[in-house]
């Protein structure tokens, strides 16, 4: 197949299929982006991408990509690379939250280490296999989707809302993937890529079985604006809705 020359940024969503990630993905397709919208169910992504058409959101295709599984991310590597040529957007997305995670003195490892696949080795997996395109980009962004649960400051203030919600996975995941931000942005300095954190606050999604208080756009505005960056925006740094975060 011939690569498509389009001016249209091109952006992959993982976990694009629901909560967070389909709003992500609604918001790109109305900014004009070509949008990429990663399920690791097939089905799930195409119901996902049907309702967005519905919407009348053209421009938003299904992509399999299941981020603990390498085959899944380097094929849509593959894919993104025979259509395009390229990738100017990817946000790294999907992420759980494992019943059973807790204090680290008690906590199952086993739990932690599933956490660690998706949210953090997820989304080192993701860059690995897209960072290549998005050296094709002239403005590439890598939005990392953490959460105030991964910031240091947050975990040890002891006014912080959130300065009891101590799970060791979750939470540590999202630290790792914090530090994940700030070495690619070292990684990618002089070039055109920008890499940030983006913590969307307390959603209400089924992640938190519904309890967050956020709406899923309101939850959403930081990774957008953070993926649409124009090229004096910053690198290397984390992102509320309201603006800079504390790590
Ligand atoms: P959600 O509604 O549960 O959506 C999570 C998405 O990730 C789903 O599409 C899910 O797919 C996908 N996913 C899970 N494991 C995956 C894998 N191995 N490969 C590919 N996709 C996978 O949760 P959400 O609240 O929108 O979460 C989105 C991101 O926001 C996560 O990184 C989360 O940690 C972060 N976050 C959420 C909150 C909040 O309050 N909701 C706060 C801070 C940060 P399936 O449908 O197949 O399960």
Not at 59 to 64: H, L, T
Not at 212 to 239: I, K, N, Y
Request: glycine share 12%; hydrophobic share 40%; aromatic share 4%.
């Amino acid at each position: 197949m011939s690569q498509l020359k389009t001016a249209k940024r091109i952006a992959l969503v993982t976990g694009g299929n629901k909560g967070i990630g389909f709003e992500l993905s609604r918001n790109l397709a109305g900014a004009g982006c070509i949008v990429l919208l990663g399920a690791r169910d097939a089905e799930r992504g195409k119901q996902a991408v049907h309702q967005l058409e519905l919407a009348g959101l053209t421009d938003v295709y299904p992509i399999e990509v299941d981020v603990t599984k390498h085959e899944t991310v380097r094929a849509a590597a593959q894919q993104i690379k025979s259509h395009y040529g390229r990738l100017d957007i990817l946000i790294n997305n999907a992420g759980i939250n494992v019943s059973g995670d807790g204090l680290a003195s008690a906590v199952d490892i086993e739990v932690v280490q599933r956490v660690f696949e998706t949210n953090f080795f997820g989304a080192l997996r993701g860059v690995q296999a897209m960072l290549p395109l998005l050296r094709h980009s002239t403005s590439g962004r890598i939005v990392n989707v953490s959460s105030g649960l991964g910031s240091l400051a947050l975990n040890s203030d002891p006014s912080s809302p959130s300065y009891n919600t101590k799970l060791i996975g979750y939470n540590g995941s999202k630290a790792a993937l914090n530090m994940l931000t700030v070495h690619l942005a070292y990684e990618l300095q002089g070039t055109s890529i920008k890499v940030n954190s983006a913590n969307p606050g307390f959603t209400k999604t089924d992640l938190n079985n519904n309890t967050g208080v956020e709406t899923v756009q309101d939850g959403a505005l930081a990774a957008t604006r953070l993926a649409l960056l124009d090229d004096a925006g910053p690198t290397g740094g984390s992102f509320s809705k309201e603006g800079p975060e504390l790590w």
